[in-house]
């Protein structure tokens, strides 16, 4: 069965300082994960995404993700937070080989200080 | 171009009532998405639709809730006999419907409060 376990429920960085956001995974197969953030008042958004392809993955506004197989684990980085990164970052594993039924994790809430 | 848009917004309803909530996709998109997001948690999936087809609705929680998507485009969410429980925000979604594992792009959703 898929399911995926966001580690912290709320991070709080400096602004200019690294970001990391922990999550880990369960899949019977090879899962396509993804990296969703949701500002206040907002959509979702898809930050990035991993198919089987490069284990490293770039996305929007300077994050990135690494597949680890052996750790079941896609956290996401930011070498550098941003006031405007503040927001909800939700960890996702597609339900099925298709894509078309995700799995979202309980997501962390970023908070940026000055 | 227009997103993926929902109407209401907000809709607050009394234990027991009959709601809708529309979704309208992003024009030429196939496939459309339902979740639901209760507060404190991530989004959790409930119907997917190819065209005018319910190709999966594994996650609609009971025989109370409908979708349809008569002309493979505006969807609706039918909510029959609301309980307090169903009190969340309720997403749409859609994608290309091309080949592949592709972004599915979120509407803002309606939050439904049932009383």
């Known amino acids: 069965a898929q399911s995926v376990t966001q580690l912290d429920s709320h991070v709080s960085v400096s602004e200019g300082t690294p970001v990391l956001l922990r999550c880990n995974y369960s899949?019977?197969?090879?899962?396509?994960l993804f990296w969703y953030v949701q500002h206040p008042n907002k959509g979702l958004q898809l930050l990035l995404k991993?198919?089987?392809?490069?284990?490293l993955v770039k996305g929007i506004n300077g994050f990135e993700a690494e597949f680890k197989k052996s750790e079941t684990s896609f956290h996401l980085t930011k070498p550098s937070a941003h006031m405007s990164d503040a927001a909800e970052y939700f960890c996702?594993?597609?339900?099925?080989?298709?894509?078309?039924?995700?799995?979202f994790g309980k997501g962390t809430t970023l908070s940026v200080s000055s | 171009g227009a997103g993926v848009s929902q109407t209401p917004s907000n809709k607050v309803t009394e234990k027991g009532k009959y709601v809708e909530l529309r979704c309208d996709p992003i024009?030429?998109?196939?496939?459309l998405y339902w979740y639901r997001q209760s507060l404190g948690q991530g989004p959790e999936f409930l119907i997917y639709?190819?065209?005018?087809?319910?190709?999966?609705d594994s996650g609609l929680p009971n025989d109370r809730f409908f979708a349809v998507r008569p002309e493979g485009s505006v969807s609706t969410l039918k909510i029959q006999r609301t309980e307090r429980g169903d009190s969340a925000v309720y997403l749409c979604?859609?994608?290309?419907?091309?080949?592949?594992?592709?972004?599915?792009?979120f509407g803002p959703g309606t939050r439904l409060t049932v009383l």
């Open positions: 979604a859609s994608s290309t419907g091309l080949a592949g594992v592709e972004e599915q792009f």
């Open positions: 899949s019977s197969y090879s899962p396509s």
């Open positions: 991993y198919t089987s392809a490069a284990t």
């Open positions: 996702v594993v597609s339900l099925n080989q298709a894509g078309t039924a995700l799995i």
């Open positions: 024009s030429g998109h196939t496939a």
């Open positions: 639709f190819q065209g005018t087809g319910a190709a999966d």
